[in-house]
Nanobody, 128 residues
Framework: QVQLVESGGGLVQAGGSLRLSCVAS????????SAWFRQAPGKEREFVAA????????VYADSMKGRFTISRDNAKNTVYLQMNSLKPEDTAVYYC?????????????????????WGQGTQVTVSA
């Protein structure tokens, strides 16, 4: 059984920063791709960023590029999302996910179906 546990969410003012963490267990984490998605109230879940198995390749949604950074520490079975210059429209529940694949270079890696295990999510609220 794979478990993903997110943490690090909270309330922050616009322009501030947060770092989310996702700890994985029950899978050979170091050999698979991981990603962050988010879901705002009343909206569909959307892709944020993904990282390949060794951290050498990262991809981002256009609206997050330059503000968010995804990284991983395989020794700690953890993937991170550093979020800077936060805006009120970044308010959402943020989810981490892992895939049964190692790479993130395909278009499919930006879709939910690419990932087979999901965390419960952590709330991020950005006030104006």
């Amino acid at each position: 059984q794979v478990q993903l546990v997110e943490s690090g969410g909270g309330l922050v003012q616009a322009g501030g920063s947060l770092r989310l963490s996702c700890v994985a267990s029950g899978r050979t984490f170091s050999s698979v791709a991981s990603a962050w998605f988010r879901q705002a109230p009343g909206k569909e879940r959307e892709f944020v960023a993904a990282i390949n198995w060794n951290g050498g390749i990262t991809v981002y949604a256009d609206s997050m590029k330059g503000r968010f950074t995804i990284s991983r520490d395989n020794a700690k079975n953890t993937v991170y999302l550093q979020m800077n210059s936060l805006k009120p429209e970044d308010t959402a529940v943020y989810y981490c996910a892992t895939a049964p694949y190692s790479q993130v270079t395909t278009r499919e890696a930006r879709g939910e179906r690419y990932y087979d295990y999901w965390g419960q999510g952590t709330q991020v609220t950005v006030s104006a």
